[in-house]
């Protein structure tokens, strides 16, 4: 079974801070995705990623893919309110399933 | 307009009842995902079909049963609901079946069984 583990589990922050999260894993994925979901909602897809070291930005959100495509971080700078959600990782696997983290649920305090 | 909707947005039930969740995209797309979501926040795929047909089946019980009409809803209909089965079940679409076809997901359905 691929896992995909993300941390911090919880993050708390002040507006103007900024921050970086997690996606682990001891699997290769052939792509990985980055999704955000608010409460009530379902995942929206913010990213995907396929090459290894690749960056990819996002107006303040920046995405990396590691470079044995096993791990991807998402940093955000000058943290908004608006940037509050469970932000979820998903990496593609050679069956053509995504596999998804258990999140990171993220709040941004004014 | 709303691309994937499902209905109902909250569902409470009964152990042992039978309930179906009903799911529908306007996105024109051929491919279709029932995913469950648990209380820790994983989701994770139950079944996926492409065009009416079945091709992702993850291990899930054999009470649960989805059914494709047509290209545009996939139903999940759940028999002899047990506590285990709570969760928020969110349907989604994709233009193909590839993996690397965007998934666009609907907004769930609270499922408690009690």
């Known amino acids: 079974t691929q896992l995909l583990e993300q941390s911090p589990q919880f993050l708390s922050i002040q507006e103007g801070e900024n921050l970086t999260v997690y996606c682990n894993s001891s699997?290769?994925?052939?792509?990985l995705q980055w999704y955000r979901q608010e409460p009530g909602e379902g995942p929206v897809l913010l990213v995907t990623?396929?090459?290894?070291?690749e960056v990819k930005k996002l107006k303040r959100l920046t995405f990396q893919f590691g470079d044995a495509r096993k791990d991807s971080s998402l940093h955000i700078t000058a943290a908004q309110t608006g940037d509050t959600g469970l932000y979820l990782c998903?990496?593609?696997?050679?069956?053509?399933?995504?596999?998804f983290g258990g999140g990171t649920r993220l709040m941004v305090k004014p | 307009d709303t691309a994937v909707s499902q209905t109902p947005k909250y569902l409470v039930t009964q152990m042992g009842n039978d309930k179906s969740i009903k799911c529908e995209q306007n996105l024109g797309h051929d491919t279709m995902y029932w995913y469950k979501q648990d209380s820790k926040k994983f989701l994770k795929i139950m079944f996926s079909y492409n065009n009416k047909e079945l091709i992702i089946n993850e291990t899930v019980p054999n009470r649960f049963s989805p059914k494709s009409p047509d290209k545009a809803h996939l139903n999940l209909h759940i028999n002899s609901l047990e506590l285990g089965d709570s969760a928020v079940y969110f349907c989604?679409?994709?233009?193909?079946?590839?993996?690397?076809?965007?998934?666009?997901f609907g907004p769930g359905t609270r499922l408690t069984v009690l």
């Open positions: 989604a679409s994709s233009r193909g079946p590839s993996g690397s076809d965007t998934q666009y």
């Open positions: 699997s290769v994925f052939s792509s």
């Open positions: 998903a990496g593609l696997n050679a069956g053509n399933m995504l596999t």
């Open positions: 990623v396929v090459t290894g070291g």
